[in-house]
């Protein structure tokens, strides 16, 4: 055990968290059980920021490297069928309007490294997004706001696990009734494809989403951000909403398996799986973070690290 090592801090009937560095977490005793058998790495690393966050991040090679270093990591836990899905967030150029490709390099450091798959680009859209960066959107005016992130799906094979029944989207009002007068447009699409009036007046039990994901995460009304309140602790700065984590836990899992997010932060990763009935495991280095992400789950107890 190294010196930086902590271990255990709160276990659930479906998950534990850990607290301490995902390097050595990840490839600790704790998770040899788990080698070959993680069907989502499913997490949202800290970005490659140029100003120092609460939550730590690194920036330029350093950033690429660190983060490509986790591909051998991941492939020792993934399942032959698993899957990789990494938030990626936009960063900036220190001190200029431009952008930074360092989440890209990493990217593609990790994915080359890894040997692994690119099965889809997913763009997750927060309409709620505040204006950033200040400078250059508010004050000089010369940029608009970010407001999505991209996630990276990736895999060990081209065909992995997963299932866009299990995510499905409520039929637009429009399609509700065509699928009620059973008629519709039978002429081209605009791309001289015909549907099939078979397939096309189907009531399949909902849409098929598109990989760009609109969902807000302005939310208040979440355990942990009340329990930081009433505690008087500072939440983490950079949470997912939870439909997020549902979405692709759902698409790419089945009840009961394992997901892991080896860069917790709130833990809203294991709150999604457990609410899910999936298994799940996180790691998490900043302990403050850890012990407050233990208000997501009232039924949770501690672990007794020194056993």
């Known amino acids: 055990m190294t010196e930086t090592m902590s271990g255990p801090l709160y276990q659930t009937e479906k998950g534990i968290l850990y607290h301490g560095v995902s390097e050595e977490i990840l490839q600790s005793k704790w998770f040899e059980p ?8 499913f997490t949202s690393p800290p970005f490659p ?3 120092k966050k609460a939550y730590g991040n690194l920036n330029g090679d350093a950033y690429i490297e660190w983060l490509a270093g986790f591909a051998d990591i991941f492939n020792e836990l993934l399942a032959e069928d698993g899957s990789i899905v990494i938030e990626l967030g936009n960063s900036w150029v220190s001190g200029i309007p ?17 040997d692994f798959f690119l099965c889809q680009e997913f763009i997750w859209h927060n309409p709620a997004t505040l204006p950033s960066p200040v400078q250059w959107v508010n004050v000089e005016r010369i940029r608009v706001k970010n407001s999505f992130s991209r996630l990276w799906w990736l895999s060990k094979t081209p065909r992995p ?20 007068s059973k008629k519709y447009n039978s002429g081209k699409r605009p791309s001289g494809h015909k549907v099939g009036e078979t397939s096309f007046l189907k009531d399949n039990g909902g849409a098929i989403p598109s990989n760009v ?64 009935g999936r298994r799940w495991r996180s790691v998490e280095k900043e302990e403050m973070y850890a ?5 997501r789950f009232p039924n949770a107890w501690n672990i007794d690290r020194n056993r």
């Open 34 to 41: 788990l080698l070959h058998n993680v069907n989502l790495i």
């Open 49 to 51: 920021l140029k100003k």
């Open 98 to 114: 431009a952008m930074s490709i360092e989440s890209l390099e990493a990217l593609l450091k990790l994915k080359k490294r890894g």
């Open 161 to 180: 696990k997963a299932d866009n029944r299990n995510v499905l989207q409520e039929y637009s009002p429009s399609m509700k009734k065509v699928l009620k």
């Open 213 to 276: 994901l609109y969902i807000s995460n302005s939310t208040s009304s979440d355990p942990y951000l009340e329990y930081c309140k009433t505690h008087d602790i500072k939440h983490h700065p950079a949470r997912m909403p939870v439909d997020l984590a549902k979405f692709f836990i759902s698409f790419l899992t089945s009840e009961n398996d394992m997901v892991v997010d080896p860069f917790a932060g709130s833990n809203v990763t294991g709150w999604a799986a457990e609410g899910l």
């Open 291 to 295: 012990t407050a992400s233990k208000a």
